[in-house]
């Protein structure tokens, strides 16, 4: 049973286009978050949703847009593809009120041609 | 703002050795401090969580300690075996009003050989 879902795994795509990722947690968490990893391997932290709602919304190009349709979901769509965009997203969560760990995807390597 | 350092950023050890990974960080008012393991091509896995209040934490064969006045946390691997051989991230979890993600150092690159 995996406990932090996302796909796609990889994505390649060309610049200009539109994509999304879904991620999917089935731990009841209240707490959901997109990182980016880098070439460097740096993990940075996208946005963060708490029980649906927005909460962190870090200096991300407003490209990218999360949706959460439940605190089970949190969807990342990305609008007009750069080749910068390419990365390894990861989607995690957590049961924030309880400062708990964080749980971790597998990652969705985008790569933009 | 809050920035965390790993040092080594890479390591190569021979199997049966005990090695110790280290991680600092800028800002000692945090939540907590949390050590991952991402092995290539993965995503992360917990190992080890240590609550502000709390000096160290063991699971098996890993043993994290933090010493929040002094910015540090180490990862003690004992016996290490080839299976370990991934890269170890520290993250902390900064003590601010709201929520706040956690912030990652680069991590440490370990490889066992046999």
């Known amino acids: 049973d995996t406990a932090v879902s996302q796909t796609p795994k990889y994505l390649v795509t060309q610049m200009g286009n539109d994509k999304s990722i879904k991620c999917e947690q089935n731990?009841?968490?209240?707490?959901m978050y997109w990182y980016k990893q880098d070439s460097k391997k740096f993990l940075k932290i996208m946005f963060s949703?708490?029980?649906?709602?927005?909460?962190i919304n870090e200096t991300v190009p407003n490209r990218f847009s999360p949706k959460s349709p439940d605190k089970a979901h949190l969807n990342l769509h990305i609008n007009s593809l750069e080749l910068g965009d390419s990365a390894v997203y990861f989607c995690?969560?957590?049961?924030?009120?309880?400062?708990?760990?964080?749980?971790f995807g597998e990652g969705s390597r985008l790569t933009v041609l | 703002k809050q920035e965390v350092t790993q040092i080594p950023a890479a390591l190569s050890v021979p199997e049966g050795e005990n090695l110790v990974l280290n991680c600092s960080f800028t800002?000692?008012?945090?939540?907590?401090l949390q050590w991952f393991r991402q092995d290539p091509g993965k995503g992360l896995t917990s190992l080890l969580l240590?609550?502000?209040?709390?000096r160290e934490q063991t699971s098996g064969r890993l043993n994290a300690s933090l010493d929040k006045s002094s910015g540090r946390s180490t990862l003690y691997i004992a016996a290490s075996q080839p299976g370990d051989s991934a890269t170890y991230l520290c993250?902390?979890?900064?003590?601010?009003?709201?929520?706040?993600?956690?912030?990652f150092g680069k991590g440490t690159r370990l490889s066992v050989i046999a």
């Open positions: 995690a969560s957590s049961q924030e009120s309880a400062n708990r760990e964080l749980f």
């Open positions: 731990l009841g968490h209240d707490t």
């Open positions: 949703y708490n029980n649906k709602e927005l909460i």
């Open positions: 800002d000692s008012a945090i939540y907590n």
């Open positions: 240590i609550q502000s209040s709390q």
């Open positions: 993250a902390v979890k900064p003590f601010y009003s709201g929520n706040t993600p956690l912030v």
